[in-house]
Every structure is written in C-alpha cells, then in structure tokens.
C-alpha cells in the first residue's frame, strides 16, 4: 500500500523554513570568511545547537568531533564545516530499512500515547486522512475518556477524515473503548484501526500504568497488536522529552515518534537526543493545524532542510 | 538543602580551599558545571550566560568563611540570586471592587489555557465573584465543547456564539455580561503561533476590543529554547501582565521560566499543577528555584504522600500503631500507599542529597512486587497474626508467591523486626499522623 504520496519536499522545506533560516543563518554568519577554527567559533556553534534544545551533553559531543575532525581535514571553508556537522547530526537517526509504510496486518492497530498538551488527536486525525487518502477504511477508538470534549474533539477531526469513530460517556473504561474499537475492526474488516488514548504526564504512576492495561485490552482481542505505538512529541518541550520517551518505553514498546508544532520557531533538536539514546525512528512531523499538515519524516531532508544545502554558494 | 549541588561544586572547588577568598580563576570550574545545570533544566542560552555573569559578580572578592565551604557559599549565592530573579514581584491579580472585571488567558496551543481558565474561574467563585466564561477559541475543534464541561462541572455560565468569529464572540460577551450582572469574565483565547501573523493580529485585535484588566501568558513548564521566542513575541504583541506556569506536576525542571522572566520581566502570577480544577496554586519562587537546579524537591515528596495517604486509613493506622498492632495487611496497604507514589527511583529523585549517592545502584521496583505478592499468598489469619507461619506454611506461600522459601523467611524476619521498632516507637507516642503533619521543611 503506497501511503504519503502526498508529501512533497517543498513543504517539508516550507514547514521548516524558520528553522532552517536562523540555523542556517547563524552557520553561515559564524563561518564565512572564517578559517580558522578557534575557541569564540566552537562556542558560537555550540550555542547555536543549545539553542535549538539540542540539548548540553550532545552538543558538547558534536563541537567535540567537529574541532577533532577539523583538525585533521585540510579543507576548512564553510561548506565543509556545515557538512561536517550535518553528517554528526544525521548519523543519529534511526535509519529504516523502508520507507514504505508497512501495513501488512489487517486491521493495522496503531496506539497513540504522549503527554498532555502535544497534539495526538490532531495528529490521529491527520494520520487518518493520510490512510483514508490511500483507500484505506480507517476507524478510530476516542480512549481519551478523561479530558473534557476529547471525544468531540476526536469526532470533528474523524469525520473532516471520513473515518468512523468509536466512543464512550465520559469517564468510561479507556480500555473497552480500546476494546471496542478493535473489535469493530475486526468484525467489519477496517485495514486500519487508531486508538487516542489521554495525556498523561510519564511521572504519573497510575496513568502509566492504565496505559499498559490499554495496551493488554487491544492484546487481547487481536494479539499482536498493537503493531505500531507512537509517541507524539511537541517540537517546543525541552529536555523533558528525553524523560518523557525514556518513561513511555517502559511502559509501551514505543515503534515511532511524531513530532509536532514543527511550524513554530522551536526547532524540535531534543529528538537527535532520544534517537541517539533509544534508537527510536520519528516516524511524521507535523507542521501545521490543517488536516494534510503532516509530512513523513525523512531524516536526510529533515537535516538538509534545516541546514539549507541550496543556499550554500 | 542542595546537598547534590553542593557536592558537585565542592569538586569543582577544590582549587578553592585553603584560599582566603573566590576569585574568577579559582571558581571557573564551579560556574561551567552551574552552566550546565541550568542548560539542562532548559534555562535559555543566552540567559544562563547572562546569569552565571550576575553570579560570578556577586561571588568574586566573598571572603571564604571558615564555617561554611566555598560550594555552599556559591549555592547560596546562586539560590538566592534565583529566587530574586523569578519572583522579586510578586503580585496579585487586579480584580475591580465595582464593575466588571476582565481577564484573559494567552499563550501557544496545548499549554493548558482552557484548563487554568476553569481553575480561575473556580477559585474567583469561591470569592463570590460572579463569573462568566467566555470561550474565544473558535479554532480547535471541541474548544468550546471542553470549556462548557469545565465550566458545568464547577457550575459556572459560559458565552459562546454560533459563528466561528473571535472578535465577535468577545464583543457580544461583553454586552451581556452588562445585561446580566456578571462581574468576572475570564476570556479563554484559542492557541496560536507567535509566527502567525494572522492570528497575532486577532488577539492584539481582542485585547483593543475587551481591554482586559489582566492577560496571562500560560506557558508549559516543560517548553524548551523556545520560550524566549514565543514569549518575546506575545508581550510585544499584547503587553501580557503575567505568566502562568503549567504542568508543573510533571518532572520538568521549568527553566523557561526564568528565561521568560528574564526577557519579558513580567510576575509569574500562578502555577497550574494537575488536572484536578483545585490545583492551581500561587507561585513560590523559592521552589522553582530548587527545581531548577536539580534539587531534591522535599516539598512535592511530601505532597506525593499526601494525595496517596487517605485521612481514614490513616488514623486506623495510628490507632494500631499505637497498640502495637500492626500486621501484614496493614503492611499491604502501606506499600499500596508507597507504589500510588511512583516508582521507588523517583521518590528517592527528590530526597536531596540521595539522587547523585545512588545514581549508580539500580533501585528495583520489583523488590516491592515480590514482597506483595508474598503477603497477598498468606490467608488473613495469617496476615493477622505471624505466629502462626511454620514451615509448611512458609512452603506453601513461596509456591503460592511464585518466590523462594528463603524469600519468604527473610519478608517474614525483616517485618518482625519492623513490628519490634514500631513497638519502640509507638511505646513513646513518637509516631503519629499529627506528628507527621506537624514536620516543618523549611
């Protein structure tokens, strides 16, 4: 099943134009003209990777290795730094051995989790459109039973998708709507099944742990799924999203991330630090509240758009 | 307080010792870690550059005393430095005596506004302020929906119109407001980008139409670099006149929020914690202070024991205590109590002074879990009473538990000796629920 024929690179390029601008701005204005490598450079470098929550500890590396590197390359001009630093940053992501989604179950179950605030429903809604696009029959499980006018919320973006929706009365069982959901799925033969579960904040214990039982509802009405878990991030969280993905593994066997909010200024860096970490492949990024603002991640143009190859002369 | 921190400083500060004063070469070391601290904590770049210059001002040419360290002379220093900057001015929320009052919530989309609208509107009713609010976000899908939940739970009005205008929605609240003899009107404004000049112009629009006697900013606890952007932006857009900070109930460390007030200086008004609509909070500075740094955070512990303890159980509790009567059904339940708190690592994250002692050792959660299920093996004569537990039944608990027999001998003596301190104690009234209340952290 070809999915995401959609995306096109110019508006992965335009969602992150921002990004891409002061980053690269900042590069350039660091090293041009300048050869020599000294101290102020490495430090104007390494704020502009702090700055783009890169995060201290890595940061650190990557100044690191570029001022080993430089060392030993005769080639210092600009172009050769920025790729320099641009090989650093991509050698971090998780590289998949397709780019094809692989949706070779049916139903496909897809388990949606985060901390509150990030923007999963907003995300399930345009994942849905993405799979409804490619022909897909496409049913999503409102789990999200706490929050008020979650469900509703669900509701509008399930029907701007043309995809059907199940839900409960709020403060219903999270886990038989999950349930529920699967089961419709199953019975009525949708390729493709969602389920939006409540943010919930990793520190929180109990929510944790109702997540797991979620996950063991859905086991059990068709084992083996979940097949896909995806851990919505927001672009504009700092380090805490280190915490965040470390605690959400524990619990949920995480297969992607989905960073969204791309279409601010944040720039989103804490993730080279969880997928250098956990090995995790980011999965989409969202880049806007409009139902096709949703572009699969492709590392390579994910760091050329940030650093803007064209613009280099 | 600020054992950890004071620690690693004091390896940074080795130099120091046996000199008479700080000097900038002989804390160098100390300020890069401190710079670190607060890059970690997501304190903004140029911010944490600018403060660690203000530190380094304050600490050059102090005179190393001989009863305190040089590492804990630069925490204080820094502490104080900290809580100065994040909350020097504090204020009140400008509520009008007479006439209506207005206030409005601004900030990104998912930071929490329509949430701490409904906790606002909450605590203002129990001022006997009569409210109405109004719902502004036409945008997001079930905005209005989720305002009107929250508002019905707490019992309180909400305007809306069909039309998916802002500016009208605003307008037409006002007029009734004034036909209906509501006195506070909390407009909950949709969230947008500050690089949405669009969207930018609605709310500058808003605020010219409404002009509000207060506008927060709600921002997340949790945001990142960024926050000096969105923030910078937003006041020069609407001259917000302070800052609401949320999520607080995580473990984020919150340095957005000295970034934000270091660049807009504006008063962090309320800290919005949970999802409760009562946990909104005033801000203490001196709290977030600690958090930022990385310290042991006693006062959240303490208010984890709190939400897991139940007041009921509590005093039944006491009450055994105190009559030396205390068995492993009780031990269940105190374990219960323990585990609602979180896994044992985190709780031992916010005992200052412990997080970096045991940074290496591996806490194991399951150590409890085992534990449990060796009690939830004994029948309740059993639980009750001990005594009773001979090596058959000692066997037959280890199957049942799915654990060793040695396992279960040394829960079985460990509670034994337990049960012989707890009769020490409680033989001198020495623990009791209002000797734990009365415990003073400051």
């Given at each position: ?313 | 307080m600020f054992?950890?921190l ?28 401190i710079?670190?601290i607060l890059?970690?904590a997501?304190v903004?770049?140029?911010v944490?550059?600018e403060f660690?210059?203000r530190v380094?001002?304050k600490a ?12 804990q002379l630069i925490t204080k220093i820094i502490f104080d430095e900290l809580v100065v900057l994040l909350g020097s001015d504090r204020s ?151 800052i609401?900070l949320?999520?607080l109930?995580?473990?984020?460390r919150g340095g957005?929020a000295l970034s934000i007030r270091s660049?807009?200086g504006?008063p962090i008004k309320?800290v ?10 005033v801000f203490h500075p001196d709290r977030l202070a600690s958090r930022i740094l990385g310290k042991?955070d006693v006062i ?141 952290f400051n």
């Amino acid at each position: 099943m070809k999915l995401f024929d959609n995306i096109d690179l110019e508006k992965l390029k335009k969602g992150l134009t921002k990004t891409r601008t002061k980053l690269f701005n900042s590069v350039t204005e660091v090293f041009t003209g300048k050869i020599k490598i000294d101290d102020e450079t490495l430090e104007k470098l390494e704020e502009i990777l702090i700055s783009a929550d890169i995060g201290y500890e890595l940061v650190e590396k990557i100044v690191e290795n570029v001022r080993v590197k430089l060392k030993s390359e005769k080639d210092r001009s600009n172009i050769s730094i920025i790729n320099t630093i641009k090989d650093e940053l991509t050698q971090i992501f998780v590289t998949e051995k397709s780019n094809e989604e692989k949706i070779d179950k049916k139903p496909y179950v897809i388990l949606i989790v985060g901390v509150n605030g990030v923007g999963k429903t907003t995300t399930i809604g345009k994942l849905a459109y993405n799979f409804k696009r490619s022909g897909a029959k496409v049913i999503v499980g409102a789990a999200d039973t706490f929050r008020a006018a979650a469900s509703e919320q669900l509701n509008i973006w399930a029907e701007r998708a043309s995809a059907d929706l199940i839900h409960k009365q709020s403060g219903a069982d999270p886990s038989s709507v999950a349930f529920d959901t699967i089961k419709k799925a199953i019975d009525e033969k949708y390729d493709v099944a969602m389920i939006d579960t409540a943010g919930r904040l990793h520190s929180k214990t109990n929510l944790m742990s109702e997540l797991d039982k979620i996950k063991r509802a859905i086991n059990k009405v068709l084992p083996g799924a979940p097949h896909d878990t995806y851990l919505i991030l927001d672009a504009t969280v700092g380090q805490n999203a280190l915490i965040q993905a470390k605690e959400f593994i524990k619990v949920t066997d995480i297969t992607g991330l989905v960073i969204t909010k791309l279409d601010g200024t944040a720039k989103g860096g804490s993730v080279f630090q969880i997928c250098n970490a956990q090995k995790i492949p980011i999965k989409y990024i969202g880049v806007g509240e409009r139902i096709d603002d949703l572009q699969k991640f492709d590392s390579t143009s994910f760091v050329e758009a940030i650093f803007g190859n064209e613009k280099i002369k | 307080m600020f054992e950890d921190l004071s620690l690693k400083l004091e390896t940074a500060l080795k130099k120091v010792r046996g000199q008479g004063r700080l000097t900038e070469k002989n804390i160098s070391d100390s300020l890069r870690e401190i710079r670190r601290i607060l890059l970690d904590a997501d304190v903004n770049y140029k911010v944490a550059k600018e403060f660690i210059e203000r530190v380094t001002e304050k600490a050059l040419g102090k005179e190393v005393i001989a009863s305190i360290s040089p590492g804990q002379l630069i925490t204080k220093i820094i502490f104080d430095e900290l809580v100065v900057l994040l909350g020097s001015d504090r204020s009140e929320l400008k509520i009008n005596a007479s006439g209506i009052t207005t206030l409005m919530a601004v900030g990104l989309q998912g930071s929490g506004k329509t949430t701490f609208c409904g906790k606002l509107a909450k605590r203002l009713k129990e001022n006997k302020r009569k409210i109405l609010l109004v719902a502004a976000d036409v945008y997001r899908p079930a905005a209005i929906e989720q305002l009107k939940q929250l508002a019905e739970k707490i019992g309180i009005s909400v305007f809306s119109i069909e039309q998916p205008d802002a500016r009208k929605t605003v307008k037409e609240a006002l007029k009734f407001a004034a036909q209906q003899n509501f006195d506070t009107l909390i407009f909950d404004t949709a969230g947008r980008l500050h690089v949405d000049g669009e969207m930018m112009k609605e709310i500058a629009d808003i605020k010219e139409i409404v002009s509000p006697n207060e506008i927060l900013f709600v921002v997340d606890a949790m945001t990142g670099q960024d926050a000096v952007n969105s923030a910078k932006t937003f006041n020069e857009t609407v001259d917000f006149d302070g800052i609401v900070l949320t999520k607080l109930d995580g473990d984020a460390r919150g340095g957005a929020a000295l970034s934000i007030r270091s660049v807009v200086g504006k008063p962090i008004k309320f800290v919005s914690n949970g999802e409760k609509l009562d946990s909104l909070e005033v801000f203490h500075p001196d709290r977030l202070a600690s958090r930022i740094l990385g310290k042991g955070d006693v006062i959240s512990l303490v208010e984890k024991a709190q939400q897991g303890f139940d007041e009921k159980e509590a005093e039944l509790l006491e009450e055994k205590l105190k009559k030396n009567k205390f068995d492993f059904d009780d031990f269940l339940k105190q374990i219960k109590v323990i585990k609602k708190m979180g896994s044992l690592s985190s709780l031992i994250g916010m005992i200052p002074g412990m997080n970096s002692q045991i940074q290496n050792e591996q806490i194991d959660d399951r150590a409890l879990v085992k534990v449990e299920a060796i009690i939830n093996s004994m029948t309740l004569k059993e639980r009750e009473n001990p005594k009773i537990l001979n090596g058959n039944r000692r066997k037959r608990i280890a199957r049942g538990s799915g654990t060793s027999i040695q396992d279960v001998n040394r829960m079985i003596k460990q509670f034994s000796q337990m049960q012989k301190m707890i009769g020490k104690i409680s033989g001198k009234g020495g623990l009791s629920k209002s000797s734990l209340k009365n415990l003073n952290f400051n």
